[in-house]
Each structure stands twice: as structure tokens, then as C-alpha cells.
């Protein structure tokens, strides 16, 4: 398998003297091409540091960095600029389209910079146009679409090129969750279809479950890693969640937490047992039990769904049966 990225023992230091942060400490990975990559960890772990030095937003302090066959690590600001245009692409969460421009100028831009003569540009543009399903917003403004179609447009804008690998950093952060469900299902098709390979930042273990691989980060380094393989989604789901418990960062659940939830999670079941028995109808014992047998802990995954900290009880509740419904 080819190697797009290779990040090797990379520090990146920032400020001087006594106020020194060490934000990457000797961190090292690859990225096969066409992998679909989610790097998680608590916050302050390096996450967006390291997103941004692939990116070549930022320098690293030592180590090194080859991108698309490009030793990035020794290449100066203009050449960056460059490559960075040429062969890199960009999700951010806050979407970065251009309000002044339709959204069907936004997304050919990219070629635009690069003078991509006319007729190749409306071909590629047909093309992602059609693959994230925009076509039909191309002629409008940003403001007229809806967060998800925003964020739809802004991923056709950057895989336009077919960029070496697409960089996105908490791509759902401003989407509700059926819109993050949507734009998950746009990077599986980006990737299965297009053939991008994307490494994607997140904070949400929903999220992170639609990736082929899971990077944990802790202090600068790469904590853990979890692959899907050919396991369901819901496994990877449950995996993310023990080892984000393990891992004891931000989101997880304190030991008498987990009590309280694998309580109610109890209750819960038996009392939807008991309405499925009764009328046909919620989640039945055997859907619950189906959800759950991808493997992992039974009651972390359950956890996760019902007590993601911090959720009001309502979305929790809406959470899980979208859940339960989504896999
Ligand atoms: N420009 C900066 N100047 C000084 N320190 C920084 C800067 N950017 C990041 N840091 C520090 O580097 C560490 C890693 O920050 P980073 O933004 O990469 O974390 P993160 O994992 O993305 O966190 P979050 O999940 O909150 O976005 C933190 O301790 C942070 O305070
Ligand atoms: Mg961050």
C-alpha cells in the first residue's frame, strides 16, 4: 500500500522560557492511500496542533513530515502555498465558503487558482456537484443554504482538485445530528467512491465510528489506535467509547456515573421490554440485543448512548433511538 502521510517523531513546541507548551511530543503515524482516518482525544491532547502542521498552517519544532511523496519539513513558505492549494483540501467547521460567491463559484475556486481551463472546470464541477448531492445549489448563495448543504458544498470544494488527503477539523461541529450523520455518510462516500483519503479531527464518538480507523491522541502522542476492519459500525462505536473511557478524557464517565447509567440503562430496557411485549412496538429486546453484539462492553456502548455527558435527557433519549435506528 502506498503511504500518502508519514509523520515522524514530530514536536511542536509553542511559546518560550517558563510559558513553554508542549503540544506534540514525539508523535509518529502513517495514512495508507484511501484510508479514512478520525483522530480523538481529550481536549488539549494536540489534536488541531497536529491537523494544522499536516496542513503546513503551522511549522513543527523538530521531526518530520512527507505528504503526497513531498518532505514538507524542508519546504519553503512559497512552495507551501502551493501545495498547499494544489494538493491538499479542507473541511473546517465553521464551512469557510465565500458569502459574495454563488455556491458554484465557491466550489471551483480551487481550479480557478490554478487556471484550470473552463470546460475541465464545469466537468469536475458536475462531477463532486453531483457526487454530495449540490447540484441544485450550485446557482445560489451560501446564506440560502442549510448548515448541512453548506458543508456539503464545502467538502465538493475540497476534493475538487483530488487532493492527496483531506484535511478536516471538527467538520460537524456546527451541525445538528441527523446533518452530522448526513455529512459522515458524504465522507464514506468521498472515500469509498472518490477515493479520497481523508483524516478527520473529532471530538464525538458517533462521529468517529463512520472512519475506517480510530487515532486516540493523549499529551502530544498517539495514545491508542482501534481499526474497523470488517467489523460494524456499532463495534467501532463501542470500542471508541471504552478506550475514550480508558483514556479518562473529557465527554467519558466517572466510575460512579457509569453506575448510575448501567442503572437506568437497566431500567430503561426492561421497561421498553415490557412496552415492545405489550403493543409490537420501540425497541424490541432483539434490536437492542443486535445493536450490542458487534462486541466491546455491552454496557460502556449502552453508556455512551444513553448518558453522553453533558446531553440534555431528551436528546439523550433521542440519541439512542436515532441510534439504535441508524445501525
Ligand atoms: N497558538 C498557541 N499558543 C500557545 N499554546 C497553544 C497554541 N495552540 C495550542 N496550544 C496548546 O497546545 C496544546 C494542544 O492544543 P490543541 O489546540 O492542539 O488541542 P486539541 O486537542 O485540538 O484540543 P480541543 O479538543 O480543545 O480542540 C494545548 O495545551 C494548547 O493550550
Ligand atoms: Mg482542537
Not at 101 to 123: A, F, M, Q
Not at 168 to 179: H, I
Request: charged share 30%.
Amino acid at each position: 500500500m502506498e503511504k500518502v502521510l508519514q509523520v515522524g517523531n514530530v514536536t511542536k513546541y509553542y511559546g518560550g522560557g517558563s510559558a513553554v507548551a508542549k503540544a506534540l511530543d514525539g508523535i509518529s503515524f502513517s495514512v495508507e492511500k484511501g484510508e479514512f482516518t478520525a483522530v480523538m482525544g481529550p481536549s488539549g491532547s494536540g489534536k488541531s496542533t497536529l491537523l494544522n502542521v499536516i496542513a503546513t498552517i503551522d511549522r513543527v519544532s523538530s521531526g518530520d513530515i512527507f505528504l503526497g511523496g513531498r518532505r514538507l519539513t524542508e519546504m519553503k513558505e512559497r512552495e507551501l502555498s502551493v501545495f498547499r492549494r494544489d494538493r491538499l483540501g479542507f473541511v473546517f467547521q465553521e464551512y469557510n465558503l465565500l458569502d459574495t460567491l454563488t455556491v458554484g463559484e465557491n466550489i471551483v475556486l480551487p481550479l480557478n487558482l490554478r487556471k484550470t481551463d473552463y470546460r475541465e472546470s464545469r466537468r469536475k464541477l458536475e462531477q463532486v456537484a453531483a457526487a454530495l448531492e449540490v447540484a441544485d445549489q450550485l446557482n445560489k448563495f451560501p446564506r440560502e443554504l442549510s448548515g448541512g448543504q453548506r458543508q456539503r458544498a464545502a467538502c465538493a470544494r475540497a476534493i475538487i482538485t483530488d487532493p492527496a488527503l483531506v484535511l478536516a477539523d471538527e467538520p460537524t461541529g456546527a451541525l445538528d445530528s441527523r446533518s452530522s450523520r448526513n455529512l459522515m455518510e458524504t465522507f464514506r462516500r468521498m472515500n469509498r467512491s472518490l477515493g479520497s483519503t481523508i483524516l478527520m479531527v473529532t471530538h464525538d464518538p458517533v462521529v468517529g465510528s463512520y472512519a475506517d480507523r480510530v487515532l486516540f491522541l493523549k499529551d502530544g502522542r498517539v495514545w491508542n489506535e482501534v481499526y474497523r476492519g470488517d467489523r460494524s459500525r456499532q463495534t467501532l462505536y463501542g470500542e471508541i467509547m471504552n478506550v475514550s473511557a480508558a483514556l479518562g478524557g473529557e465527554g467519558t464517565l466517572t466510575a460512579e456515573e457509569i453506575d448510575v447509567c448501567e442503572e437506568a440503562g437497566r431500567k430503561r430496557a426492561s421497561a421498553a421490554d415490557k412496552d415492545a411485549n405489550m403493543d409490537g412496538k420501540g425497541t424490541s429486546a432483539a434490536d437492542r440485543a443486535a445493536f450490542m453484539e458487534g462486541g466491546g462492553n455491552a454496557a460502556t456502548e449502552r453508556n455512551g448512548l444513553m448518558c453522553r455527558k453533558g446531553a440534555p435527557a431528551a436528546d439523550r433519549d433521542a440519541s439512542m433511538e436515532e441510534e439504535v435506528r441508524g445501525c
